[in-house]
Every structure is written in structure tokens, then in C-alpha cells.
């Protein structure tokens, strides 16, 4: 073999080896560019999946507790009302079923009698979530058959009404439709990717509604039956149910059947209920493989330049691979960043061609406007669809008249929906190159629905102050960061808050509340509770309104637009306030004696028990009961009787001061409390005046009966320091006087000597 050959055959070994090590190389780099690309997309896939699931979620939730503040929006209106009802109640009632979530809204007062914005009555007296709520809670029902609607099951959801002296006066009501339901969270979770599936389910784990996006393996009506028969793959059925009395949140992996599928949960606020989205992963799966194809063709394609150009090729894949990793994360990575701005700020964005009219949706999920077709469609095509209320069709077609000649343009326009009509923003603009000519013209639509439906509600709580302005004897509005009154009652008002409520507020009250009303009413207390996010505040007190002293109620509003306004209303509730007190009165009073009653005497004593254990002065408890009584019934009559317990009663209210407590326990026997006694002998003159005053001889027909009283002494903290304590010692005392001669009284301690 020649030297030649044989340099040639060295050669062509050296090339063959070279191309060899290159192909090698290229087969490796193949593998870890595969496997780079795969970890990344994996892992911003179950981010995605996380963060959309988690989306879904909490959307879901904000929707109920939105249902849940207009209702307590309805019931403080309905706190205003004299009655709920009256005219006023009843066009609250109106209002609200018109602009709040609920199929029926309805009110109910105390006894459980009510009516709905239909006129309809019923009584929810024996209800759970009635009775909840006139405990001062929010309270949902469970899920039952509704009578209104037959057929059709429903939930309520109860918000008490809050009247004087913190009691709850009457109870507001929505009820709310599960279809209806089911179609407002559709509607709320348009964007919901075709494979997810949203569930809400109770303490008990019954699904209350199942919105399904795909068709799914889980065929139960309770959800712990369901994941009972699928496979979980990262937890336990006890873990889930744990978090799930814990109101936790948190997610799951598990196999329904051949399909994987990613759960994610978290709680309501209502009744330990619980939203669960589940999804399908085979998304992942898809993507994977595309990007496995589009990888294998371009390693080929590598593969033959590098076997053509050996070496430089194989230098250039290198470099290249490295510059095409560092650019498919980056362009990934702000892709990503884009697509989740869009998503959190729930724009619609499309290409407007003013040559042809079309508008094209440049959003990949789920909208009203583009619902129909992936082409382009016209201004004309979507009114058509009727997908526009009648009043904005003229503003929305005047919106693409206007980008004619403008470089942008924008319009409110309302949409229709299957339950609340939703507001949607248009914006439009007009791109232009260097020389000022139109390159294109892009839009985009806002879902501004929350943002008119507080306007609305703004103006509601405007007007509804408005409205109770009218009916004051003073009202005002003050900056309750400057002190300076906005408007006032008349020219002659000062100018400042605190010269206005000494003036015109203080100077008419009555002089044992004018402490109180001006700390209650002045701005430093009045900004306290606006910090602690109190909105409405309310004071009641005595005042002479033109001569004439009565009950007025002072309310002092936060302004609805301006934060820093304080809007004061003062009105006439001197009848209504006299009646609760007439009701409290006889609540609190014997009957026959205008004493009080057994039970009312043993709370307050008790109260003045432990108050006074803070002092050093002495309580001193009288029990007495009347000697011959019996026999002034038996011998002159029950009326005598009645009237003999009158003039005790008016004797022992004459001896003793305000402060002390003076009772009747029942037939002829009566109690008193000596408040702070500071001394025995002024305590014990009290009791001997009391046994002198009482003691009297009754005359009739000529039959005399003598009356006197055997009384019973105990002094606290000596003899205890509770009313059965006292009590039950008193009554001791008492009977040893009544064994021993009566007409007269005994100290407790004094027994021990005997």
C-alpha cells in the first residue's frame, strides 16, 4: 500500500472519527436540550394550572360575599324604617330585589311574620336560620324545595336588622335560585377552561351545585363517596377532610379512571361550605409532545448541516442551541407575563380593520362578543346578535365613527346576561407610523360591572340620606378632618362642627345627657369610629325641640363619595321612645305596687352586689313580710288587702332614697337594699322608722286587725356577698322574729349569739 493511500486512508479515518464524535454530539445535545425544555414547560404548566385553579376560586367566593353585602346593604335601609310595614320598608324591599343578586327578597319582622317584594306573606317564626339571624348572626339555610317556585330547590340567606339598644327589630331575606346560582358563577367563570370542572359542597360534603365543563367519572351525590372511588395520588381522604373542618385550603392529585386530574379547594364563609375545581392535565401532555416533534425535526435538520459542514457546524449548533435556550426563556417568560396581566386585569383585546369593519379577538379565552365564530366580525354582527340592551347600541356604533377621525375613542356600553347585565368599557386607538400615517387600530374592552354597580350603589346610600335629611330638626354635614360645617340649617349656623353642636345641639339638651351627648357627638369620638370602620353611629337623648322636651335619635353618616364627611341627622322618636320605655317600665314593675318585681329587684340587687364590692361601705339587705295580714284579707276583704300592700309600698318609697332598691317578692312580702351605708346606727333608724310607720290597727264593723312587720337583716360582705346568700340568711332572721312575738326585726348575726 502506497504512502499515499495510506495517507488517504488515514484521512478519511481521521473525517469518518471526527463526523462520528460530531453525530455523537449532536445525539447528546439533542437529549439535554429536550430535557431542558421539558423541566421548564412542565413546571410553568402546573404554575399555570395552580394559579388558574386558584383563580377560579376565589372569584367564586368574592361573588357570594358580594350577595351577602347587598343583602346587609338592604337591611340597613330597612333599619331607618319606623316599621317594616310601612310604605318606606316596603319600597326598600322593591328596590333592592331589583339590583341585588336574589330571586325573592323578602323581610320579616320579630314573630316571624314578613312579606316578599312580590307581596306574598308567610311566617319563618319555627326556621333554624330565622331564628339565627334574631340572634344578631347572618345565617344561610340549608338546600330545600322552594313553595314559590315548585320544583325548584333554593337557598336563604337571613341578615338581622338591628333597632334601639342593639336588639335585632326584624330580619331581611334573599333566596336565591341553585340554577340561577349555577348560571351567575358560569357566567362570573367564563374564562373557565373547557376541561374544569367547580363544585360547592356543604359541611357534609354534598355537593350543593356542580358546574361540569367536560363530561367526568364522578356520578355520587356526596363528594367524600366520589373520592372514595377515584385514586388519590398525593393525600388522603382524612387529610382533605381535616382541612376541610379546619377551613383550610389546598389542593390534590388524583386518577379518575385512566385521567389524571389536579383538585384545588377553599372555603366559602358559609356554613363550612366549600368550592372545589378540579382540571384535566392532559393539556400538559399535548404541549409536551408538540414540543418533542418540533424538537426531533430541527435536531434532524442540525444532524445534516453538521454532517455536511463537520467541525464549523458543529461549533455554530452549539452557540446557536445556547442563544435559542436563553431566547425561548425569555420570550416564554414575558409571553407568560403578558398573558397573566390580561388575565388578572380581565381586558378583551382585538384588531379593529376600518376597511373592512371587522373586529378580531386577539384573547384565547372564553367572551360574549366573539362567542360565535373565530373569524372576524362587524359592529352590525354584534348588535344583531342582540348581546347589546337597545340603549347602548347607538354609543357603541358612534364608537367607530368616531376613530374615523379621532386617534382614540371610548364608550360605556351594557351588555345582556342570563341574570345581571354586565357593563363593558370600549377603548379604541389608532397606531401611526413615523410619517403620521395609520398603521392600525386596536381595541380594548373592560368588564367595568363592579365599578357601575357601586356607582349605583353610592347614589343609593346618597339618596337614602337625602331622603331622612328631610324628616330631621337639624342635620348638617361637617369635614371631619378641618372641623368646618358644609351646609347647615340656616345663615345663622357657625361655621365651625364644635361651635355648632355647643350652640345648636348642646344648649337644648337636657342637663343630666349634655355630658354625654357632647363625648358622643364630638369630632374626636366621631373620627374614632370612622378609623374603626363604623359608618353609621347613633345616639339618643332628651332635648327641648321648641319649647317642648322629647326623645330624639342623632345618627351620624359617613358621606358615601367623600370619606372625610360626617353627615349629622336628628330626628323626632319621642313616641316610639316613650312607648319602649312605658313597655320597659311595666316589664320591670309590679302591677299592684309600682314596686319592682320579684325578678327585676333580684338582678338589680345582685348588680349592686358586685359593684359594690369595690367599696369599703356596707350593703344591708331588708326582708320583711306583713303580721296579720292574712286576717285584713279574711276580715275585710281582698280589696282592703290590695289596698293595704298599696300604702306599704308608698311608705317604703317615701323612707327610702332613690339609689336604694325597693321590691316586692311576692304576697306580703317585700325586699330593700340599703345602698353604701357608710353607718349602722343611720341603717338601723331606717329599719325602726319603717317597723313604726307600718305598724297601724284597721277598723271596721267594729272588728279591728293590728298590722305590723316581722323583718329579717343581713349586711354584705359580712353575711355574703350574693342576693340568695343575703337572701336566704334575711329569711332566717325574718322567721325568728315571727316565732317570737313578731312587730320586729332581727340582724342576722345576731342569731349566732343565741
Known sequence: MTDAAKKAIAKNKIVLGISLVSIVGIILSFFAF??????????????????????????????????????????Q???????????????????????????????????????????????????????????????????????????????????????????????????????TLGEVINHKNMEMETQGNLYIIDSNGNYINRFQANESNLKYINFWDDLSDVVLLDRDISGIKADFANKKEGGFSFCDGEQRRYGCYMPIGISNWQIVYTVKDTAMGEKLD?????????????????IQLLLCVTWYFVKANR????????????????????????YLVFEYNPKCRELTSQTDFHNTLFADTEQGVTPEDIVEKGVIEAQSVEPFMALFETIKTAPNAKADVQICGNTENMWLRFLLRNIYDEKNALVGTVGFVEDITEHKRLEKQTKYKMDLQNALMAKA?????????????????????????????????????????????????????????????????????????????????????????????????????????????????????????????AA???????????????????????????????????TFGHDCGDQVLVEVAEIMTKRFR?????????????????????????????????????????????????????????????????????????????????????????????????
Open 600 to 634: 327585676t329587684a333580684r338582678a338589680k340587687i345582685e348588680e349592686a352586689l358586685a359593684s359594690g364590692y369595690m367599696s369599703d361601705e356596707q350593703q344591708v339587705l331588708i326582708l320583711f313580710d306583713l303580721d296579720n295580714y292574712k286576717q285584713i284579707n279574711d
Open 658 to 754: 332613690s339609689s336604694d332598691i325597693v321590691g316586692r317578692m311576692g304576697g306580703d312580702e317585700f325586699v330593700v337594699l340599703l345602698r353604701n351605708m357608710r353607718s349602722c346606727q343611720y341603717a338601723e333608724k331606717l329599719i325602726k322608722e319603717l317597723s313604726d310607720r307600718i305598724r297601724r290597727t284597721y277598723t271596721k264593723d267594729g272588728k279591728n286587725v293590728t298590722l305590723s312587720a316581722s323583718i329579717g337583716v343581713t349586711r354584705a360582705p359580712n353575711d355574703g356577698y350574693t342576693f340568695a346568700d343575703l337572701y336566704k340568711k334575711a329569711d332566717e332572721a325574718l322567721y325568728y322574729v315571727k316565732e317570737h312575738n313578731k312587730d320586729g326585726y332581727k340582724y342576722y348575726e345576731d342569731l349566732k349569739e343565741l
Open 34 to 75: 429536550r430535557n431542558s425544555i421539558e423541566q421548564i414547560e412542565v413546571e410553568g404548566f402546573k404554575t399555570i394550572l395552580r394559579e388558574n385553579t386558584k383563580n377560579k376560586l376565589v372569584g367564586t367566593k368574592d361573588l357570594i360575599n358580594e350577595m351577602l353585602d347587598d343583602l346587609n346593604y338592604t337591611a
Open 473 to 597: 330638626i337639624i342635620h348638617a354635614r361637617a369635614d371631619v378632618e378641618t372641623g368646618h360645617l358644609l351646609d347647615e340649617n340656616s345663615a345663622e349656623t357657625p361655621a365651625m362642627y364644635d361651635a355648632f353642636l355647643r350652640e345648636e345641639i348642646i344648649a337644648n339638651v337636657c342637663p343630666e345627657d349634655k355630658a354625654y351627648v357632647l363625648q358622643e357627638l364630638s369630632l374626636k369620638n366621631i373620627n374614632e369610629k370612622f378609623k374603626q370602620g363604623k359608618d353609621e353611629s347613633e345616639t339618643q337623648f332628651l332635648m327641648n325641640c321648641g319649647g317642648t322636651v322629647k326623645w330624639v335619635s342623632c345618627v351620624v353618616y359617613r358621606g358615601a363619595i367623600k370619606k372625610n364627611k360626617a353627615i349629622l341627622i336628628i330626628t323626632d322618636i319621642d313616641k316610639k321612645k316613650c312607648e319602649e320605655l312605658e313597655l320597659k317600665r311595666k316589664a320591670e314593675r309590679d302591677g299592684l305596687t309600682g314596686l319592682y318585681n
Open 323 to 346: 442563544e435559542v435556550k436563553k431566547a425561548n426563556r425569555e420570550v416564554s417568560k414575558k409571553i407568560e407575563m403578558l398573558h397573566m396581566a390580561m388575565q388578572h386585569s380581565r
Open 290 to 306: 408538540s414540543i418533542y416533534r418540533i424538537n426531533t425535526k430541527n435536531a434532524v435538520i442540525a444532524g445534516i448541516c453538521h
Open 77 to 179: 335601609a330597612v333599619q331607618a324604617c319606623d316599621s317594616i310595614w310601612s310604605p318606606e320598608a316596603a319600597m326598600i324591599l322593591q328596590i333592592a330585589n331589583q339590583v341585588d343578586w336574589f330571586d325573592f327578597t323578602a323581610i320579616v319582622d320579630k314573630d316571624g311574620n314578613g312579606y316578599n317584594q312580590k307581596g306574598g306573606s308567610f311566617n319563618s317564626a319555627d326556621k333554624e336560620y330565622f331564628q339565627t339571624a334574631m340572634q344578631g348572626k347572618v345565617a344561610f339555610s340549608e338546600v330545600f324545595l322552594s313553595k314559590e317556585m315548585p320544583g325548584t330547590y333554593v337557598q336563604v340567606f337571613a341578615c338581622p336588622v338591628w333597632g334601639e339598644n342593639n336588639q335585632v327589630k326584624a330580619v331581611v331575606m334573599g333566596i336565591m335560585n341553585l340554577e
